[in-house]
Each structure stands twice: as structure tokens, then as C-alpha cells.
């Protein structure tokens, strides 16, 4: 039999250890700023009925990127590209005994069928967080203000990224009152507003005045004057007196209040899935070199009603790993981190027995403890210890059993100590 | 359109918050435990080649059990079953860069198309634990201390389960050797007694007569002796006087040494899996009500090697969620799970504004906090709170935000008290 592959199934990733001490601390600042906002986490299957994003998520995702097959009993199912419909599911199953609002969110791992480019794989992790049963604007201010605080405790500070805002209900207020677009031009308007920052303005000039047909004259000044406009206040007044102007208003009021400085309001902002249906936003890097959307979200009020339950209303939104370690690489902001081993004990000679021992007390007093008993040399094995990034080696020999005084060796410092047990414990807490 | 389902795929499970707090104690436990020993955690795609489990897992899992379909890209893909091979083709690929012996956890959801039973789910989570690296009997005795440790971190007794050991080269000495069988009889004669358990003792003695045929009757007798045998020192003596029994003395010896009390030898103990090559092992819960294996493990030196890397010998196990949660019941060591929210803050009037204020402050000041801007009744957001197992709630009306004292309610001891911010902080810490 010829060898079979060591490497991962296209598109995808091995987290070695190194790489997942990146991962372990970006889920672990997910998980600590979302439950400070009192969401709790909850999870469910890889595996969902294709009908589920064939509903709402859009022809892309659900035929496209999703991957699909049919299971031994005969069901068509598809590995989750996303966790929306997911979570509206679950909501729905229980849609009598949960209390709301419910907050929920998960971190959990997605396939897509991609070509693979940077910051995109075809297994990916995302932080969902969503919130349900709130109709008030309210829900999307918690939701925005709750990315902003991630991104604050990674460490970013407000001009490193933008968050764009933009509502769905004045996208078709747009399309179909101001722009006078049918159901079907809308759909082209709004995949080609999508796409308008991959493309040139040329082609975008050039495939707009395509959607309009005889009006493209009058619809292009009324798009031009739509993107010349850099806030609300400059929108077209027709625009600017829709009811959900308004709203728009009234969430960046919230969000001021909040201490949300990255907010803008983007009239171009729209948002691939299609079970959006008020607020919709994305977070930007402003960074130069990954100048790219990192994460987005919206309000999606009709989603748990596609599952025979009573409609209700929801707003969330979905950060992934890869993204976000991207962005703290770009920004400098990834911290250096070591090992979860505390100390690697180091066995020389014939002292398995009170090696062990030893490791056993250490882990007894909550030390992570590594525990050598190869009988390699000692700098073969000071060097193992640099390679897995373990602040600590502690040498035990006979000498060291008939003392009970033990040489520990600080890496990074390239310190030695001789220290009793009590002592040992205390020096290697202090580093944590 | 009717509606979709609300139900999760056939076979598995939706992880409600109150769910997912159980899962993330077992996760927390084991992440602990496995850390202690040295272990650090790596991670991989649910997707891998077919080939990497035909090759090696055994016939029932690879071609029965997997969750098996063809990519976009033409790839014959699978699911993972089971994490041993995904781990060994990762050491492999970086064979020369580890040091050794290398220690690796993680904690993974798998999926199997079995048929839906107690404890028995189509998507499990596992924790793998694997050493790569040591040849000595060293690996072994580190695996089932970790084991023996795990499943006492969890607050079980040595009398709640029963670690039950065999040997790989044992079992082919005994059908070659000491039964007399062929290839092919022997690995019949395997799976009958992998089956044993689970059939009668008549079905398992006309079985077992049929693989022998026409030596049937000294076959049995055998056999017989085999099953008389309740430790190594009863054993046939052509068994005993093997060189693999020495090796499973030795590890009993390191076991003893470590206080690993619920060690036993069980020549019956076969594993399913195709891979093994020394020791195997499982651990049995000897509660009546759950009288079964909850997980186990073994020694696989040949995995690696089919990667293309030279081989590279290793051992590892890997405990399962819900059968460790079904274990925890059964004993009654599952404790009882507060919500992940520290504090509910109720605001009643018009007075969202300082209650936002109120909850970022305490955010800030580490406290979890979950803000209820509903305007919905006291008793309601009283019975919410509870509902949600949250330990406080927090009032703020007009008069609390004139004062600066705030009402907090301890609801598992139905106690109110009127205190500053500083003493909130205190009085919400204390709890924790």
C-alpha cells in the first residue's frame, strides 16, 4: 500500500499546539465578553437538514458553498456553513419555556466549500451571539456595542477598525421608492452594492446603468448622489424622511451613549444573507494591509417563524477565529504566549520512582507537570523543554532525592535556584 | 412553504444552556486533568480522506459506521469517527520538527452513523490523550494514572469503576500460540469475545465451537481454562510463560505505584479497533444501573508510519461525553450548575440610561451581567432571573438611581440588601 497523506484535507488547518494556544486565547476573550453581557453558551449539531439554508440564507451559501449529501437513511443534509438558522431551530423548539430576551451564544466550528484565500478556510470557528425576542432598537445596540467590546478587549483601540451600519428596511426603501427598482432590479442592485468594493468603478457605473435599462441616466445621478452622501445627514431628503431613517438615528444615539466610537452609517452596506431584515452591519479593519470586512451581523425577525413556531424577533452576529487572529497580527496586538505546562521535571538516572513522585505532589498543588523519564541527556532535554515554550525545568538525580533540594531552571531568565518543595511551589506560581 | 422542523438531526443533540453547562464542566475537568500531566492541546477538521479509516480503524467503523460522500471536488471525504488517525497523520507530518515524547490532547465532536441508544449519540464529544514517542511501559502506566486521575477528579471512588486490561500481543500469542487458530479464526475468535458481553453464554460457547471445527473440544477446554482464570497467576501456564506477561507485570507494578487501585487483567478484553498493537484497556462504571465500558484505549505503534514517516510508537485513550455524563448521574457526582450570569439587572421606570451605566461598570469590574431594558414587571424579570439559574438580581428605579444604594436580591436565599457600588461588587464576588 502506497502512504497515505499527511496533510489536511484541502482548505483546512491543523492547530499544533503553538497554534492553538492563538485560537484557545482569541475563543477565550469571545467567551469572557460575551458572558459579561450575561449571554450563555449553548451548542448543537455539525450536521442540519440542506432545506434549513435553502430557506433564507441565500442561493450562494445554500447551493453553492455548502457541503451537502445525502446519509445513509436517505435524508439530504449538510455540514453548517453558518449557525443562524441553527439557533432560530432551537429557539423555536422551545419557543414556550424560554424566557426573554433570550441571550445565547456559542463558539463552534463550519464548513464552506470555498476557495480557499487568506482569512478564508473551509473549516472555520465562529463566535455566534444573538439575542431574541427584543423588537426595540435597543437589541442592536447591546449587539454592536458587545462587538465593539471585543474588539476593545483584544486590545484594539477605535481607529483600527470602523463599524458600518446600514438597515435593510431603508435598503429597500431605497431600491424600490428612490431608486423605482422592481423586486427583480433590486436583487441585481443589491448583489452589485455587495460586490462594489471588489470591483471597479467602471464595472460597477457600467453594470448599474445595465440594471436600470432605459433609466439609467436618471438612476446613476440618484445612486451618485446616494454615494456622495458620508453620513445621514447628507442622505437625499426623499430617503432621509423613510421612517427608518429614524430608527438609524436613534441607534447611533444608543451607541454614542455607549462609548462606541466606530460606528458609521454606510447607505452601501448590504449584506449577502437574504433573512435580514432591519439592521444589518459589518466591522472593517482599517488596517492597511488587511484593509477587509472581519466579522458582521444583523436583525433577522423571521427566521424562527419559518420552523412552525410564532415569529420573534432576532439580532446577532457571527466573529470568525481566522479573521480576527489576522487582524491582531496586522495590528501587533497578538500577545506571546507559553505553554499550559507549568514545569518539565527532568529525571537523571535511576530515579523514575521518586520522579514520579515528585510530579505527583506538583500536580496535587495545581501545577501543570511534564514528566521526563526518556533517560536522554540533560541539555537534549532543557532544549525539549524550550521547544514546548515550558517556563520551567526542574533536574531531579539521586542527589536531589537524598537533599529534597531541587535545581530549578528558569528559561527565559536562564536562572538556576536550589529550593525545597514549599519553596519550588512558590517560585513557579509566582510566574503565572 | 410548510414548516421546517425544529427537531436537531436524527441522533443528536441540542445543547441548551443548561445542557452546555454540564458539557463544560466535563470539558473543564478533562482539560484540567490532561493539562496536569503535561498534555497540550491541538486541534483539526471534522474532514478527512476515507482512506485514513479504512486503512486502520476496522471494517464495521470505516465502511458501516462513517459518515461518507463525495466533495465538489471530487474527493472521497469523511467525517471523523474517531480522532486516532487524524492525530497520527498530524505527528507524521511534522515528524522531524516534535520532540518527543510528545503529549497531546483535544477535545472534539466526531460523528458515527450508529443506530440511536442510551449514551449512544450520532455526533459525540470526545477528549483524545495520546503519547507518541515511548516504547517503555512507562506510556502505558502515564495513560491509565491520567485516566484513573481523570475519572477522580470527577469525585468517583476506586470501587465506581473497574479498569480492565489486555495486551494485543497476549491475545495473538493465545490464538496462535496457545489456541492453535489460523489468521482468519483468530480474528472471528477476536470479535466473539469483544462480543461476549453481550450474547449468551451458549451462543458464545456454540460460536466459539464452530471457529474451532473439528478441534472443538480441546478447543473449549481451553477456552475454558482461559475463562476460569480471575488474574495473570491463574492464566494456562504456556500463557503465563510469555514475554508479554512480563510486560503487563511490570505495568501493574507502575500502576500499584501510583495508587491505581481499580487495575485489573481481563484476558477477555479484546477493542474493537484494528490498530492496536500492546496493551489495550477499558474502563468500566460498576454502578448496576450502567454496568458498562465508558471508555478506554491502547498502544498503536503502527499509525504514524502510514503517513509516509517512519514509524513512531504511541499510546493514547479517549473518554466520551455523554457517557461520562450518564456515569456522573448514576453516582451522583454531577454538581448543581449556576448560570454563567452573576447578576440580573432589572431596571423599572425610565431609567435605562443609568441602568446601562450601572451594568458597563460592573462589566467593568468583572461581573457578568445581563441587562433587562423590557420594561416588563418586577416578578416577571424576578422569575426570568431564576429560570436562568441566575444567583442575583439587581433593581434600579428612580429613587435607587437618586440614592446611589441599590436593592439586590440573593434568590437562593430569597434575602434583599440595600448597598452602595462598592459593596454590590463585594457582595456578587463573594458568591462566586
Chains 1, 2 share one sequence.
Do not use: C
Amino acid at each position: 500500500m502506497s502512504a497515505l497523506s499527511s496533510q489536511p484535507y484541502k482548505g483546512t488547518r491543523d492547530y499544533y499546539p503553538e497554534d492553538k494556544r492563538i485560537q484557545n486565547y482569541i475563543f477565550s476573550v469571545w467567551r469572557k465578553t460575551a458572558e459579561s453581557y450575561g449571554y450563555e453558551e449553548y451548542g448543537a449539531s455539525i450536521l442540519e437538514p440542506l432545506e434549513v439554508y435553502t430557506a433564507k440564507s441565500g442561493q450562494e451559501l445554500a447551493n453553492e458553498q455548502t457541503y451537502t449529501f445525502v446519509d445513509r437513511g436517505g435524508r439530504t443534509v449538510a455540514i453548517r456553513p453558518e449557525m443562524t438558522p441553527t439557533i432560530s431551530r432551537m429557539v423555536a423548539a422551545r419557543r414556550q419555556e424560554l424566557s426573554y430576551p433570550a441571550r445565547l451564544y456559542s463558539i463552534a466550528n463550519f464548513m464552506r466549500y470555498e476557495r480557499p484565500q487568506r482569512g478564508r478556510e473551509r473549516e472555520f470557528w465562529q463566535l455566534n451571539v444573538d439575542t431574541f425576542g427584543s423588537d426595540g432598537v435597543g437589541a442592536e445596540a447591546e449587539i454592536l456595542t458587545l462587538a465593539d467590546s471585543i474588539m476593545k478587549a483584544f486590545g484594539a483601540k477605535s481607529e483600527d477598525y470602523v463599524i458600518k451600519i446600514n438597515n435593510r428596511k431603508l435598503i429597500n426603501f431605497m431600491m424600490a421608492q428612490y431608486l423605482g427598482l422592481d423586486v427583480a432590479q433590486a436583487q441585481f442592485m443589491i448583489k452589485l452594492f455587495d460586490r462594489k468594493n471588489k470591483i471597479t468603478d467602471k464595472d460597477f457605473t457600467d453594470q448599474a446603468a445595465e440594471i436600470f435599462g432605459e433609466q439609467a441616466e436618471v438612476g446613476m445621478q440618484k445612486i451618485n448622489a446616494l454615494l456622495q452622501a458620508k453620513s445621514m445627514a447628507e442622505l437625499p431628503e426623499e430617503i432621509r424622511e423613510s421612517e427608518t431613517v429614524r430608527e438609524v438615528q436613534e441607534l447611533f444615539t444608543l451607541l454614542e451613549r455607549s462609548d462606541v466610537a466606530s460606528a458609521v452609517f454606510d447607505i452601501t452596506l448590504m449584506r449577502g444573507l437574504d433573512y435580514y431584515t432591519g439592521m444589518v452591519f459589518e466591522v472593517y479593519d482599517t488596517h492597511p494591509d488587511n484593509n477587509r470586512a472581519l466579522f458582521g451581523g444583523g436583525r433577522y425577525d423571521g427566521l424562527v417563524g419559518l420552523f412552525g413556531a410564532e415569529p420573534i424577533s432576532a439580532v446577532g452576529m457571527a466573529p470568525g477565529g481566522t479573521m480576527m487572529e489576522n487582524f491582531l497580527v496586522v495590528h501587533g496586538l497578538l500577545p506571546k504566549f507559553r505553554s499550559t505546562t507549568d514545569v518539565y521535571v527532568a529525571a537523571l538516572g535511576d530515579v523514575a520512582r521518586e520522579a514520579s513522585k515528585l510530579a505527583r505532589d506538583l500536580r496535587a498543588a495545581g501545577i501543570n507537570v511534564e514528566l521526563d523519564l526518556s533517560g536522554h541527556k540533560l541539555d537534549r532535554q532543557i532544549k525539549t523543554a524550550i521547544k514546548k515554550a515550558i517556563p520551567y525545568v526542574i533536574f531531579i538525580g539521586e542527589q536531589e532525592v537524598a537533599s529534597g533540594i531541587y535545581t530549578i531552571k528558569n528559561i527565559a531568565k536562564s536562572e538556576e535556584y536550589k529550593l525545597g518543595f514549599a519553596e519550588l511551589l512558590n517560585k513557579i506560581k509566582e510566574s503565572r
